[in-house]
């Protein structure tokens, strides 16, 4: 069986979540570049990987796919190694919640409209956008409070084990605790935190690190 291959860009969050689930696995893979910012669009080559020429992109033995959650699940199934799916269909189920949230509320808010401002935007010579930032913290308030009330009292967003949910997550929170209104905001929340501890101090988020830390 052949090297899996993942088309991307090391800084995405959306790539190392992908990253993540095969350093998990313990699968070797290949990571290709991808620019899909470069000044005249992405790729041709890529944009038949992925019409909507977004990263990550994916192939394994001739089989092509593109969609970060897709991209994991196959992983977690297609390969030996430590299950990163609950097999509960309540314990699945909230997963794949926790993982929609991620996805539809949670990227945008905590990445675009925080790490971005606060931390990227300095960083390429224009000034933070104050105000997105602060209509932004309630929003991130709000996602912070769903989040752990979905967690209850197990240590992991998904359940008792680590799964997708927290690989899917890590590479948001990692942005969001570079700014100081993301540490402000996750000492409030004292099972987030400590998942965040948890989360951080594993072997595959060194291993898949973003250039951008």
Request: overall charge neutral; hydrophobic content about 45%; glycine content about 6%.
């Amino acid at each position: 069986m052949n090297e899996p291959i993942l088309y991307g860009a090391p800084y995405s969050v959306y790539v190392r979540a992908a990253r993540l689930a095969l350093t998990e696995k313990e699968v070797a893979y290949r990571l290709m570049p991808v620019d899909i910012f470069a000044k005249e669009g992405p790729p041709a080559e890529h944009l038949r990987r992925h019409p909507f020429g977004r990263i990550p992109a994916f192939s394994h033995d001739g089989f092509e796919l593109y969609e970060t959650a897709a991209i994991t699940r196959y992983v977690d199934e297609a390969f030996e190694g430590p299950q990163l799916q609950p097999t509960l269909p309540r314990q699945r189920a909230r997963m794949n919640q926790i993982t929609a949230i991620l996805d539809n509320y949670v990227y945008r808010t905590l990445v675009w409209d925080i790490f971005v401002e606060r931390v990227r935007a300095p960083a390429q010579g224009r000034a933070s956008d104050e105000a997105r930032i602060a209509e932004a913290l309630p929003r991130a308030h709000k996602c912070l409070v769903a989040l752990q009330d979905l967690m209850t009292t197990d240590p992991w967003l998904g359940g008792p084990q680590i799964t997708l949910a927290d690989l899917h997550a890590a590479p948001m929170f990692a942005y969001f605790v570079m700014t100081s209104e993301g540490t402000e905001l996750l000492r409030g929340f004292a099972g987030l935190a400590a998942w965040w501890e948890r989360m951080r101090a594993r072997p595959s988020m060194a291993a898949t690190r973003s250039p951008l830390e």
